[in-house]
């Protein structure tokens, strides 16, 4: 009886291993997060590069709070 219960157990398993990857392979191409567009913003625009500038730095800090400012509804501080 145990011997059963363990194959039928074994056997969920492997189904259920099997469902899951057999959904996650649908849709052909992996999901994507889509960037912010850079034509809302073109001061954000520019600092996705990285500057290495320190006046770079600080004008995309800038921007950055901005946007975020303006995400959650606040003025600009």
Do not use: Y
Request: proline share 4%; hydrophobic share 50%.
């Amino acid at each position: 009886m145990r011997q059963a219960i363990a194959l039928s157990l074994a056997l969920w398993v492997l189904i259920a291993t099997v469902a899951v990857t057999l959904w996650n392979g649908r849709g052909g191409a992996p999901v994507t997060v889509a960037a912010a567009s850079s034509s809302r913003d073109p001061d954000l625009a520019g600092c996705r590069g990285g500057g290495d500038g320190a006046d770079e730095a600080a004008a995309c800090r800038a921007a950055w709070r901005k946007a975020r400012a303006h995400f959650f509804g606040r003025p600009a501080s």
